[in-house]
């Protein structure tokens, strides 16, 4: 009997587990749109990858609206401080003191560290991860409970490792029905015909998928082109 | 007339191997660049391992004045007063130099492994805005290289993800 009954309760929480998920997911090849009461400015959040992540990242955020987009949140990986210091360097170049809102920092351990062998990867993602947790998860919740604003109102992907533990850790609030950003990933202008490994794991998963090159749009997947972004 | 070399912000043998061959410095003197200046970066060749960190080593050979210097903090200035820019294939230095209206050649370094230096170089060369090419192409390229015929490469347009976004957060 009691096997019976654990068989049920098992079967029923994966049921209840895929259904959730499938919810949760962008629907099918559409890109989602939310056509949203105006409001008069929101969070942005955006991922410095390193390198050539970092300098497209910036690039992205150049022409935007600061005053509309009123506070900006650069999440880095722990000691690259360069990506840091350039994002400084454009809140310094664009803001005028009191006017365009604020900026902060969050810095999470990284997923992989370049040549780390695929053995130790376990661990330090879930290093990362816990981070990821405390800051896109626990500390909007601690400030405001289910009813907060989630950490950003747009969460800004462009690679590599890391930004895919960021997205699990959204799918994570979404899952349990805290207040999640829109998720928009933007392949790199260096992916002609085929996409990163994080383009590829982050495609199904985000509110936009934005790539530069419309070869990579052959293979009729989900995405969009409007030309080269950076 | 100034040709400025950039590896970029490792190593590329190949490349400074290419640049400094007698082939080369001949084709650079026939097509009137005097003056050539290299950003070798980690790369090892006999010519430049004895630069040292913020040493310029100087020297002139077949009619060709060479400076080279491992790294410094911004290119730009190089890119600026460069006449023409051979460079690895890294995506933001392609941008950087095409964005100042230089004329580029690129030699996408094949021992970075997954880096799609190739993909970007070629699609780029397709629509003209660059030359892409071996190191062992590298004398051909500079001399068939007619730099008046390059397509002008579009500026940054930051309108284009702003409308993305702004669309996306329910502002338009």
């Known amino acids: 009997m009691s096997l019976q009954f654990i068989a049920a309760l098992v079967s029923s929480v994966v049921c209840l587990t895929i259904f959730r998920v499938w919810s949760i997911l962008p629907a099918g090849k559409h890109q989602k749109r939310h056509p949203k009461p105006k409001r008069a400015s929101c969070t942005l959040a955006i991922f410095l990858g390193s ?20 506070k900006r949140i650069y999440i880095a990986s722990q000691g690259d401080s360069l990506s840091i210091s350039k994002a400084v360097e454009l809140e310094n170049l664009k803001t005028t003191p009191g006017k365009c809102g604020g900026y902060s920092v969050i810095t999470i351990p990284r997923a992989r560290h370049v040549h780390q062998p695929l053995l130790t990867t376990p661990p330090t993602a879930l290093v990362s991860l816990f981070s990821a947790f405390y800051h896109l998860t626990c500390s909007p919740f601690l400030n405001g409970g289910f009813n907060s604003r989630p950490f950003a ?56 998928f934005i790539v530069q090159w419309p070869q990579i749009l052959d293979d009729q997947g989900r995405g969009e082109c409007s030309g080269w972004l950076v | 007339m100034k040709v400025f070399v950039t590896v970029g912000s490792t190593k590329f043998d190949a490349l400074i191997q290419a640049i ?26 006999e010519f430049v391992n004895f630069v040292d960190g913020d040493r310029v080593h100087k020297v002139e050979q077949d009619g ?19 006449d023409l820019v051979i460079s690895h294939a890294g995506s933001g230095t392609i941008l950087e130099v095409l ?39 590298l004398p051909t390229t500079i001399e068939g290289f007619d730099t008046t015929s390059m397509v002008p490469f579009p500026p940054f347009d930051g309108n284009r993800f702003q409308r993305l976004l702004d669309e996306q957060m329910g502002f338009v």
């Open chain 2, 99 to 137: 964005r100042l209206g230089k004329p580029l050649i690129v030699i996408p370094n094949p021992t970075l492994l997954d880096n799609h230096q190739e993909e970007v170089a070629t699609a780029l060369s397709e629509l003209g805005h660059l030359k892409s090419c071996t190191p062992s192409q």
């Open chain 1, 153 to 208: 109102d747009a969460l800004i992907l462009n690679g590599p490792g890391t930004c895919f533990v960021l997205c699990a850790i959204i799918y994570l609030n979404k899952f349990i029905g805290l207040p999640a950003p829109e998720l928009i990933y933007i392949e790199s202008f260096a992916r002609v015909r085929s996409l990163s490994l994080s383009g590829k794991l982050l495609r199904p998963l985000v509110d936009r």
């Open chain 2, 20 to 45: 400094l061959s007698d082939s080369t410095l001949r084709v650079l003197k026939k097509r009137g660049y005097h003056r050539l200046v290299i950003q070798c970066g980690n790369s090892a060749h």
């Open chain 2, 64 to 82: 060709v004045s060479i400076e080279v210097w491992r790294y410094k903090p911004s290119l730009k200035e190089a890119f600026e007063e460069a």
């Open chain 1, 51 to 70: 390198g050539g992540h970092t300098s497209e990242a910036l690039s992205l955020l150049q022409a935007l609206d600061f005053e509309r987009y009123s």
